[in-house]
C-alpha cells in the first residue's frame, strides 16, 4: 500500500509530534489547510495591494498641498 499524499501525512505525524499528541491533526486535515492556504492567500495579497495604494495616493496628496 502507498500513501496518497506522503506529504500531508508526514506533516500531520510531525504536528501530532510537536503537540505531544495533544491535536489529533490527519492527513486530511493538512491536506484541507493546504487548500485553503492556496484559495486565500492570493485574496490576502490583492488586499494587502489595495492598501499600500491606498497609502501611496495619501502620501502623493500630502505632498502635493505642502507645494
Known sequence: MTEADPQADAAAQL???????????????VATARIAGMVFLPQIGGLVMMLAMALCRAQVRQYQGQD
Request: aromatic share 14%; hydrophobic share 40%; glycine share 14%.
Open 15 to 29: 504536528a501530532r509530534w510537536l503537540t505531544g499528541g495533544f491535536l489529533p491533526i490527519t492527513p486530511d486535515d
